[in-house]
Each structure stands twice: as C-alpha cells, then as structure tokens.
C-alpha cells in the first residue's frame, strides 16, 4: 500500500498520536511519501518516520493509494490541489481546529487508519469549482495551473480600496450588478466557510448547487442566491482602485479589476474519506454548539 502524507504543525499535546501513526507504519506493508513542509515539521518536533521520499509539488506525488492529511480543513484544502484529477482517496485527521472536512481527532488516528486499511469505508464525492480567468482577452494563470477549489471562489475588494461592481450572469443572461466588498461563490462543501460568515445558508455537502452570496451589500434587498452546478457564471469587475482580490480557497492574488472570470463545475472531484463514525449532522450540531444553549 502506498500512502502520502501532508500535513501542518501541530501542538505538543498531539506528538504522542503523530509518532505512534508512524511507528505502526513500520509493522504493515506500507510505502510512504511525505511532503517536504512535513516533513521539515515532523524533523523540527523529532518525530522519526520509515518514509524513504518526499514530495514538492503535486508533479513529484506518487501515485499513492490514498493521501493522509493532518491539520485542519485548510491543509485538507492544500492536499486536494496535490491530489487534483487524480481523485486519490483523502482521509483528514485534525490536528488543527474546526474540523468540518478533517474530522478524525489525534487519538482515533491508529483506530481509524485499521479501518481504512480493511477498506471500511465510503468515498464522499465533492464538487469543485473551476475558474477561467481572461485581462484585455489574454488567458491568465492566476494560481499557477491550480484553477480549481473545494469550497469557492471569492472576488473582493481590496483592504485599501471602497467596494467594487461585481456583473454577474447567469448561464450567458445578466444575472445583477453587485455592489459590494465582494461576492462568495460557495459549493455545497464550502457553505461552512466564508460563505457562513457573509450571511449565506448551511446546505448538506452532497448537494449538487452553488451559493452566491455577496459581501456587505451596498443594497439590502441582495440576498444569497442557490444555482445548481450545471450553470456557468461569468463575472466582469470594477474597482476605483484599479485592482480587485480574487481567492480560490486559501489561495489568493491582487489582480488588474479589468479582469474577467468564468466560473463552472471542475470536471473531476474531491474523494473524502468517510467512516463509519462520521455524520455531518453531528458534525454541525458539535463545530457550531447547536443544542449547548441551556434553554434547550
């Protein structure tokens, strides 16, 4: 079996997990690849590992059975551009905090690793978003040939600049100008991101739609607007300032507000890993403190 492993640093606390995940590596028939950054931080806490190989960037990555992420859901994130149309299998461990997508805690990591071993467990599929960004009709490759993401793309102001016109059309039909800090365009994974925090809904991440929803609107009548993941969007930006922040996960860039984005469904997907334990009800109710209040 061959495993890749990705992750971030991690608190004191959680070593103990870490070394006894790689220590029961050293019994089972498994070849390891780590990522360079990890494998800095592991060399930094004094972790030892039977890995022979590290990877730099997703051209280097083995063609692994699945890929191991310890951290939160942003190094989730990053293993997914690693991964990218492999569609390599990704288990999250969270070493980090909120844990939407790495939902298996330190001290499940052996218990969880045997049941992926003994195949117990389902694929979740999850939607992508592609982007195709265009300046004066010249292709731009804003994230260096990584244009896609799991949870959105996001078109924003810049700290220093008012806010921005944001067109937005629809499936090649004018859809509305926003005027705005921004728009979040959010898949049903991301809706528990930066899509929650501007006002947009929670959806259950199977959902086959797509969140619009703007940030800080200048108008209160703009609320968000669900579209299913067949649509095409296309969105045209002006800025006094010249410039406008476009995001695709955690990765972002200042750009030219001249800019024009075309935004659909990535033709592959994320598989996430998920056991048995792992519902995304209870997910919710334990990340948001549903049902904590004491009047319930």
Avoid at 42 to 59: R, V, W
Avoid at 222 to 251: G, H, K, M, Q, W
Wanted: some cysteine.
């Amino acid at each position: 079996m061959k495993i890749a492993i990705h992750g971030r640093i991690f608190k004191e606390e959680t070593k103990p997990f870490v070394q006894a995940m790689f220590d029961s590596f050293v019994h089972e028939n498994v070849e390891l690849q780590i990522s360079e950054s990890y494998w800095a931080i592991l060399s930094e806490a004094g972790i030892t590992h039977p890995a022979t190989s590290a990877y730099n960037d997703k051209q280097d990555l083995f063609e692994a059975d699945f890929v191991l992420s310890l951290g939160g859901d942003g190094t989730l994130l990053d293993v997914v551009t690693h991964v990218g149309d492999r569609e390599t299998p990704i288990l999250g461990i969270n070493t980090g905090r909120l844990g939407f997508l790495a939902t298996v805690s330190p001290d499940k990591i052996k218990e969880s690793l045997k049941e992926v071993f003994a195949g117990n467990y389902v694929l979740d599929k999850r939607t992508l978003v592609s982007i195709n960004a265009t300046l004066n009709d010249e292709v731009l490759d804003i994230f260096n040939g990584t244009n896609f993401g799991l949870n959105e793309l996001g078109i924003m102001k810049t700290d220093t600049s008012s806010m921005i016109m944001v067109r937005a059309y629809l499936n090649g039909e004018f859809l509305n100008t926003y005027w705005a800090d921004g728009l979040i365009i959010a898949t049903a994974t991301g809706s528990t991101g930066y899509n929650l925090s501007v006002g947009g809904p929670l959806v259950i991440p199977t959902s086959d739609i797509f969140v619009i929803s703007p940030m800080s609107p200048h108008n209160l009548n703009v609320r968000p607007l669900v579209v299913s993941t067949d649509s095409v969007l296309y969105f045209e930006v002006e800025s006094r300032s010249n410039n406008c922040l476009i995001s695709l996960d955690a990765r972002s860039k200042v750009v030219d507000s001249n800019i024009k984005i075309t935004m659909a469904r990535e033709k592959f997907k994320a598989n996430i890993i998920k056991l048995s334990d792992t519902n995304f009800l209870n997910t919710l109710r334990s990340k948001l403190n549903w049902g904590f209040d004491v009047r319930n």
